[in-house]
Structure formats: C-alpha cells, structure tokens
C-alpha cells in the first residue's frame, strides 16, 4: 500500500528565501507525482504534475523533481513571497493493481512566508 | 470557466439523518472522486467514478453510497451519518487517462451531531 510522507510538517522563512519541501513515497510504480497547494477553507489546486518518466517540471517561481528510484520529490520555491502561504501537498498517482491512478496523499507542509 | 462545484459548502446535521452533497463537474471528465480530508489523517479517497454507471471503493467507503447516472454529477450520500463523519469533503474529477491533474471542488464542511 502506497504510504506519502511530507518533511518538515510546518515551515516559516522570511521573505526572500529559497526553500525546498520534501515528500518521499513508498511504492515507485506510480504514473506521476503531483504537487497542490490549499488555502485556509479552499479546495486544492494543482501546481505541477511530474509523469514517472520525467524528472522535473517548472513553473515560475516553482520547480518540482522526482527521483522515481529512491521514491523522492521535492518542490523548490524561489524567492518566497507572503502570498506563498499556504499548505502544499504532494500524491503519488498510483500505477500499481486496480487503483486507476488513484491519488495517495501526504499530509502536508503548511508554510509561512513572513515579510 | 472550467469548474467543479459542490453544494452545500456547510452543513450541519444530526445523526441519522440522511443527505446528499451534490458534486458537478463542466469538464467532460470521466473520473470523478470523493475524498474526506481530517486533521492527522491528511486526504482519503472514499469512492470514485470512472464512468457513468461505473463505480468502486476507495480506501474509506464504510458509510456513504454514490452514484454516477450522468457523466457531470457524482452525488455523495450519507444515508445514516455519525459523528466520525463530521470532516471536510472535497470532489474532483479529471479525465480518464493518467497524465491529467485532478481538479478539485472547493469543499463541504460537515458537521454531524
């Protein structure tokens, strides 16, 4: 059964900083790796999807990587800004029996971003 | 704009009575999927949908029926609810191949007394 971690479970950096968040999975056989964020009371939207046979994905101030063989992604955020604030998940799409790409969570990073 | 919409946003109840969270979604997808989000336990999928009339369980469905009779709406039904019930639900749907992110509604709150 795939199981997602997310490290550190809460972060807060100044304005400015480069931070990484870290989620690692336990089964490789996944279709992708995707990253959401969710606001306070908000649904979750999609940040970027990395597919099992790539190795990052960029978008703006946000790139993604995954190492599909030690069962890792990260998610790199330039330049952090207040409005980064928020709560950042990462799911495993998983290829393995009947699951159909069903999405296995992680439980989280909530970032603080202080001016 | 390419949405998915769930009613009602809030609801508070008291044990036994049934209802109904309607999801819909303006996309075409055909995968849709319920999800229960809870404080430790982070986002657990409870049924989905990958196609009209074609549903199964997902890893939390003890409690709470679907149904898919139109490919735009995926209703989730507490037919008895109890307090553990009391959680956030969230709907999503994407299209039927495996490369697509899932979109999702902006949630439910529920509370069962």
């Known amino acids: 059964k795939q199981e997602v971690t997310q490290i550190p479970a809460a972060l807060s950096v100044p304005e400015g900083e480069n931070l990484v968040l870290n989620c690692s999975f336990t089964?490789?056989?996944?279709?992708?790796l995707q990253w959401f964020r969710q606001d306070p009371g908000k649904g979750l939207t999609s940040l970027l999807l990395i597919q099992s046979s790539q190795r990052e994905q960029t978008s703006g101030r946000l790139n993604a990587s995954l190492d599909k063989s030690s069962g890792r992604s990260t998610l790199y955020i330039a330049a952090s800004q207040p409005g980064d604030s928020a709560t950042y998940l990462c799911a495993a799409a998983n290829a393995g029996g009947t699951s159909y790409g069903k999405l296995t969570f992680g439980q989280g990073t909530i970032l603080t971003v202080h001016p | 704009e390419a949405q998915v919409t769930q009613n009602p946003r809030y609801l508070i109840t008291v044990t036994g009575k049934k209802l109904t969270v309607t999801c819909s979604q303006n996309m075409n997808h055909e995968y849709m999927s319920w999800y229960r989000q809870d404080p430790g336990l982070g986002l657990r999928q409870i049924y989905y949908s990958m196609n009209v009339e074609v549903t199964d369980k997902g890893d939390v469905p003890e409690g709470y029926k679907v149904s898919r009779k139109e490919k735009r709406n995926f209703p989730l039904i507490l037919e008895s609810p109890s307090p553990n019930q009391t959680s956030l639900y969230f709907c999503?749907?994407?299209?039927?191949?495996?490369?697509?992110?899932?979109?999702f509604g902006p949630g439910t709150r529920l509370l069962v007394l």
């Open positions: 999503a749907s994407r299209t039927a191949g495996f490369q697509e992110t899932q979109y």
């Open positions: 089964d490789s056989a996944i279709y992708n």
